[in-house]
Structures are given as structure tokens and as C-alpha cells.
T-cell receptor, first 114, second 109 residues
Framework: NAGVTQTPKFRVLKTGQSMTLLCAQD?????MYWYRQDPGMGLRLIHY???????AKGEVPDGYNVSRLKKQNFLLGLESAAPSQTSVYFCASSYRAGISYEQYFGPGTRLTVT | DAKTTQPNSMESNEEEPVHLPCNHS???????IHWYRQLPSQGPEYVIH???SNVNNRMASLAIAEDRKSSTLILHRATLRDAAVYYC??????????FGKGTTLSVSS
């Protein structure tokens, strides 16, 4: 199993450009999540999905959109990138959302917005 | 949200045990205690979790105080590969893991 994979690994955008980050998991997990991590900080939840075709907002959803058209994929979109969105983005998945189920994380995408 | 308090940093020598403390005085009866770690330039990885009883797995042990207001993650023999940021997280009903700043563990040879 590849686990959780993220594409791309690195990206540089100019202010106002758009892009989509792709997350894929091969563990048949129901739940998927997008987090961002700023320097010296812990992770903050952007959006999450409890199943195919469903999404919900997390702690810091502004400026981002998501889609879960297939169970194994979770896409994070930036419609008009801003320098404040410079961060490392992590995708995660879990079998369920119960309090005892662990999350599996991808390797991250490092995004710089100039 | 229930909060945890961890030291900013700790140091250890290779092959010695490491005890990473976490205070969570406002823990509720249904909160699980989760530990994750994040190696440099990698995503977080699950380490261990527990509710009331002490727990062991291949990576670590989790010792939970009888009143559940504190816990300790125990690495029995630290290796250089254990140098990471360790996050103590109270997992409540719902979907989000709430990460604090964690404890940065340094391991010296």
C-alpha cells in the first residue's frame, strides 16, 4: 500500500493564480482531511470529508474549496492564491471518525505564494 | 476544546529512555489521549492512544495518571530517528485532531 500520497510536493504561485492539490489514499478510508502547517506551529484543519460526495469546513476554511468525487481522492483548491496561504499542506485519512481511530498523513505539499 | 500543555523541548541521549509529559487537567470522561509525532520535513504519524489504562505498542508506552489529568509518553530506548516534534492531543467526539505546538525532542549520540 502506498498509504496517503500528495501531488505536487512543491509549488510556487504568484498572487492571484489558482491551483489544485491532489490527495489520494488506497486504504479504503471513509474520512479525509486537509490541514495546513505554518512555521513553528501545529497543524490546523482546513476542510474535511466524511465520505464520497460530502465535505465540511474546518477551523480555517476561507480561501479554499474542496471536492470528494471519488472515495479515494480529496482535492484542495485555491481559486486566487494570497501570500498568507504560503504554508505546508498535509492531507490525512482515517477509517472512521470515532475518537479512537488514528489518522494517516501524507508527506505534505510545500506551497509558496509570491 | 480541551487543551493540553507540553514542554517546548526536551533532550535525550541515544539508547536512554525518554519520558515526555503532557498535562490535560480539563479532560472529559470520554476524551481519548492521542500521541502523534512529526519527523523533520514529514507528515505527522500516529504513535499511540489510550483512555484510562496504560498502553503499550511497538513504538512506545503511554502511562495515564489515575485522575487522567496527565499522561506520559515513554520511549524505552531513544534512537536518533526518534528526534521529532511530539504532539499530545485529546480526541473528542467529531473529526478534528487539534494540534498544539508539541514538544521538540532532540536525541544526541
Amino acid at each position: 500500500n502506498a498509504g496517503v500520497t500528495q501531488t505536487p510536493k512543491f509549488r510556487v504561485l504568484k498572487t492571484g493564480q489558482s491551483m489544485t492539490l491532489l490527495c489520494a489514499q488506497d486504504m479504503n478510508h471513509e474520512y479525509m482531511y486537509w490541514y495546513r502547517q505554518d512555521p513553528g506551529m501545529g497543524l490546523r484543519l482546513i476542510h474535511y470529508s466524511v465520505g464520497e460526495g460530502t465535505t465540511a469546513k474546518g477551523e480555517v476554511p476561507d480561501g479554499y474549496n474542496v471536492s470528494r468525487l471519488k472515495k479515494q481522492n480529496f482535492l484542495l483548491g485555491l481559486e486566487s492564491a494570497a501570500p498568507s496561504q504560503t504554508s505546508v499542506y498535509f492531507c490525512a485519512s482515517s477509517y472512521r471518525a470515532g475518537i479512537s481511530y488514528e489518522q494517516y498523513f501524507g508527506p505534505g505539499t510545500r506551497l509558496t505564494v509570491t | 476544546d480541551a487543551k493540553t500543555t507540553q514542554p517546548n523541548s526536551m533532550e535525550s541521549n541515544e539508547e536512554e529512555p525518554v519520558h515526555l509529559p503532557c498535562n490535560h487537567s480539563t479532560i472529559s470522561g470520554t476524551d481519548y489521549i492521542h500521541w502523534y509525532r512529526q519527523l523533520p520535513s514529514q507528515g505527522p504519524e500516529y504513535v499511540i492512544h489510550g483512555l484510562t489504562s496504560n498502553v503499550n505498542n511497538r513504538m512506545a508506552s503511554l502511562a495515564i495518571a489515575e485522575d487522567r489529568k496527565s499522561s506520559t509518553l515513554i520511549l524505552h530506548r531513544a534512537t536518533l530517528r526518534d528526534a521529532a516534534v511530539y504532539y499530545c492531543i485529546l480526541k473528542q467526539a467529531g473529526t478534528a485532531l487539534i494540534f498544539g505546538k508539541g514538544t521538540t525532542l532532540s536525541v544526541s549520540s
